[in-house]
Structures are given as structure tokens and as C-alpha cells.
């Protein structure tokens, strides 16, 4: 009777390894790292069901002064892809780029010809659309050629646009089939699955957004949104949040809101309100919070949606 145990046993291992040999691994999913939550949450749509991107910034910190985390930099080092804005936005990386991440290939958004990019404001005092016509134009080149390097003369905004979000999902998908081929079907049809999503974020917010809110802002960053919902802000406490308004210019700003009879004034989480607060008191104007980021939106897959949502919401308020 042992001897018919010993022989099933042996049999069953046998049976058992030519399975084994013969099941198709499950190859890991790529190991992609994102900086910041908007673009983390973008990622997450096209990489649903595959797998799950990891998030650098995942609090109200600055990405111009964030300080990478040891966890970070693990990550950066193992990473098979960096998804990332660009130099302007996220200061912190250029660097660890080019040490930690040696592998990784890296795609900065503001490098890609396909984006719409609009070009700086040169004065905190904006007239209506200001320079709203001083677009990127654009070439004929290959789809998501990356070539382009454009610092310091753009704005980096280009996330707060829907129809860039798009454009971005697009050129996520082509850089994640390329590296996980085996799962391009998947990335193909979540991307287009998240642009109809898109499409519909922007029919909603142009319903819901009054064109005639007139608002100043702490920190110039929302051309791009301003420019796809057409509304305009009237002014900015700062065209760059590494220089602090300084006396001058607080004055132009208390002077515009008389003169303009501006609604309200509204800061960001990652910046000290306390300017925005002592002239709301000096101008008996309402106050509001305006976040780029959506810092403080759990991240994940809704993110971005989220963020388009309350920007809005929070304009609305205003009027």
C-alpha cells in the first residue's frame, strides 16, 4: 500500500512540473513612477487593471522645493519609466533623473510637440485673455516626437488644460506599449476610454462656469484653464512663486480690485496665505482657494477629474 502512495506522489509531482513548465508566467507589471498627482492620475487610468503607478508627491508640498524621500529615490532607481512635466514644475527631479534613475527612460510632457503650450505672462495686470494668442506653433512632425525643449519659455502649466490631458493619456499609452508590449491592447483601450471621459469633463465644466467671474489669483498658473473655459483672471500676486510680491506690487493688485471691482482673491495650499489674507481684510473682498495641483484630492484614478471639478467649483464661488 506504501509502495501505491509512493507511487501517486510521484506521479502528481510529475504532472505537477509539466504544468508548471507549460503555464505562461504572469509577467510583472512595468514599474512606472509618476511626480505629481495630476499626471499620477492620468497614468492610473491607462495602466488600470495592468498595474499601479507610484506617486512622488503625495501632500501639499511644492513640487519647485520637494525633497526626495528615500522610498523616492528606491523607486526612481527601479523604475522602467518616469513620467513628469518638465524642469519648471518639478525642480526637484532634474537631477535625480540623470543619478538615480539611471534605467528608466524619461517623458517630460512640456518636450512634446503634441502639447499646446502657451507662452509666459509678462505682467501680473492682465488684460482680457492676455497673451492668449502667443501659442506654440507647431511644426509637422512624427506623433509624440519629444525633441523640443522649450524651458523657461513656456508655461508648465499644460495639465490644466483637458484637451492636453488628452494629448497626455495619448502619449502615456504609446510609452507604456513600447515598454509592455504585452499589455498594449489594454493601455490602447483604457486611453481611449479615459479621452471620453475628457470630453465629457469639458462639456460639464463649460455648462457649470460663469465667463463673466472676475478674480485675482496669488500664483499665475491657470492660463491654460482659463484659456480652454474661457474665463480670465484679472490679475496675479506673482508671475513666479520663488519671488514673493513685494510692496509694489501688493499695491498694484489692491488697486486693481477697486478699480475693477474684482470679485474675489484666491490663494494655493502650497503657499502662505497670509498676503491674500491682509488684503481681503484691506479690500473687504471674499476669498477662495484655487489648487493646481489637487493637492489635497485623494490621489488615484478620479484625481484629475476631481481637481477640473473644483477649480471651477471654486470660481463659481466667486461670482
Keep these: 500500500m506504501k509502495k501505491n ?18 503555464a505562461p508566467l504572469a509577467e510583472a507589471a512595468p514599474a512606472v513612477v509618476t511626480s505629481i498627482k495630476p499626471i499620477h492620475s492620468l497614468v492610473s487610468n491607462v495602466m488600470n487593471g495592468v498595474g499601479e503607478p507610484y506617486l512622488i508627491i503625495t501632500d501639499t508640498n511644492s513640487p519647485h522645493s520637494f525633497t526626495l524621500k528615500p522610498e523616492d529615490a528606491s523607486k526612481l532607481q527601479g523604475a522602467d519609466i518616469v513620467f513628469w512635466i518638465g524642469e519648471e514644475i ?29 507662452k509666459f505672462r509678462e505682467n501680473s495686470i492682465f488684460d482680457e485673455h492676455d497673451d492668449h494668442d502667443d501659442h506654440e506653433e507647431h511644426d509637422d512632425h512624427d506623433k509624440h516626437d519629444d ?14 488644460d483637458p484637451i492636453n490631458a488628452k494629448e497626455i493619456v495619448s502619449i502615456i499609452a504609446d510609452e507604456l506599449s513600447l515598454i509592455d508590449p504585452s499589455n498594449k491592447s489594454k493601455y490602447i483601450e483604457n486611453a481611449k476610454s479615459t479621452a471620453t471621459q475628457l470630453d465629457n469633463l469639458i462639456r460639464e465644466t463649460e455648462k457649470t462656469l460663469d465667463k463673466d467671474i472676475s478674480y485675482v489669483v496669488f500664483h499665475d498658473a491657470y492660463q491654460y484653464f482659463e484659456e480652454r473655459f474661457n474665463v480670465a483672471a484679472s490679475g496675479a500676486l506673482t508671475l513666479n512663486t520663488d519671488v514673493l510680491p513685494g510692496a509694489r506690487q501688493i499695491m498694484n493688485i489692491r488697486e486693481l480690485i477697486e478699480d475693477k471691482n474684482i470679485s474675489c482673491i484666491l490663494s494655493e495650499p502650497q503657499f502662505n496665505p497670509k498676503i491674500i489674507e491682509t488684503i481681503a481684510e484691506d479690500t473687504n473682498i471674499k476669498t477662495g482657494v484655487l489648487d493646481p495641483l489637487g493637492a489635497t484630492i485623494p490621489s488615484g484614478k478620479d484625481q484629475y477629474f476631481l481637481l477640473i ?3 471651477a467649483a471654486s470660481l463659481e464661488k466667486c461670482s
Design 5 to 22: 502512495n509512493s507511487l501517486l506522489n510521484m506521479k502528481s509531482l510529475v504532472f505537477g512540473s509539466v504544468f508548471l513548465l507549460q
Design 90 to 118: 518639478e525642480t526637484f527631479l532634474e537631477k535625480p533623473l540623470g543619478s538615480i534613475a539611471i534605467r528608466a527612460r524619461k517623458i517630460s510632457f512640456m518636450e512634446s510637440d503634441d502639447i499646446q503650450k502657451l
Design 147 to 160: 525633441h523640443g525643449h522649450h524651458h523657461g519659455e513656456f508655461d508648465s502649466h499644460i495639465w490644466l
Design 309 to 311: 471639478d473644483d477649480l
